[in-house]
């Protein structure tokens, strides 16, 4: 077993393409030391990745990803070291139905862009996961409407491009204290993605922090060495926990591996150890 660990994962419960099972099996062969699963707004995919972790003797820690109302790509990471409590599992609910809203209308409005899918067709592509970008974009693959994921969402769904919805989000402060209230930890994903300066990337977290964010990701795989150490240093002034994490998505974002990332990611087990050690 490595020293190293990856708490930032997404499998077929959101939009991976691996199973939790087997996402635990391949963190296994990585020797990777712990993982935690953060599917997005959903948390369907954690119990079978435990049972797996449990026969395979690899620590797995509860997660989830969730999308805030704030400027574009700026996530929130939940973890739960004492699993979820049933008021968070009622919670969550709302997010998948915004999502199962959402998809109709992108269907919708691709079906008059000369790119018509069935629901049935993108239900059968996202199985029993929440319905994302990436699982119509993999129908319209299929369908020859587009070249690649890449190109679907260039051409179509990404923001501004002519089949962009967006999709109903918590507010920051909601989503934090949600998150709290049910012996969570709330982390800030992936910072540097939010695309904010840094001055006001400094404040903004400041000012989350007073409304109970405990933690941000330091370590990602898309940072540079400059990005991690100024998220890190960011991390120290405002005494919040750090944690790191790949950002797995399988197949979806091929060139993410499990635990190292583009190559390079080494997460120390602490960080993932840290998570545990907090009294909530
Ligand atoms: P959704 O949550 O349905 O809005 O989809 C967001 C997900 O789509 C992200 O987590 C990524 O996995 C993927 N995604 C977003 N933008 C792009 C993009 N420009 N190219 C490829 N994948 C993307
Ligand atoms: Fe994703
Ligand atoms: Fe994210
Ligand atoms: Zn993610």
Not at 173 to 193: F, M, R, S, Y
Not at 198 to 223: D, N, P, R
């Amino acid at each position: 077993m490595s020293d190293f660990a990856d708490m930032h994962i997404h499998t077929t419960a959101s939009d991976g393409s691996e199973s939790p099972k087997k996402v635990v099996q391949l963190a296994k062969k990585a020797g990777l030391y712990g993982i935690a699963i953060t599917d997005h707004d959903t948390i369907d995919g954690v119990q079978e990745a435990m049972d797996e972790g449990e026969k395979l003797s690899i620590k797995v820690l509860a997660g989830i990803e969730i999308s805030l109302d704030f400027v574009r790509n700026t996530h929130l990471l939940g973890y739960f070291p004492n699993g979820y409590t049933e008021r968070f599992r009622k919670s969550i609910k709302e997010l998948k139905s915004y999502r199962e809203d959402r998809a109709p209308i992108i269907l919708d409005k691709l079906k008059k862009l000369n790119c018509p899918i069935d629901i049935e067709e993108l239900k059968r592509e996202s199985g029993d996961g929440v319905i994302g970008r990436p699982h119509i974009a993999r129908v319209m693959v299929n369908k020859g409407y587009a070249k690649s994921i890449q190109d679907a969402f260039d051409r179509y769904l990404t923001s501004g491009a002519p089949a962009y919805v967006d999709k109903k989000r918590f507010k920051p402060q909601k989503a934090i204290e949600l998150i709290v209230k049910n012996n969570g930890i709330p982390v800030l994903a992936h910072p540097i993605t939010i695309g904010l300066e840094t001055v006001k990337l400094f404040e903004q977290i400041h000012l989350w922090k007073e409304a109970g964010l405990m933690g941000i990701e330091v370590m990602y795989s898309t940072y540079t060495k400059e990005q991690h150490k100024l998220i890190d240093k960011l991390a120290e002034k405002e005494n919040l926990l750090k944690t790191g994490g790949s950002d797995f998505h399988g197949t979806n974002k091929p060139k993410i591996k499990l635990g190292i990332g583009l190559g390079q990611l080494q997460i120390p087990k602490e960080y993932f150890d840290s998570i545990f050690d907090i009294k909530i």
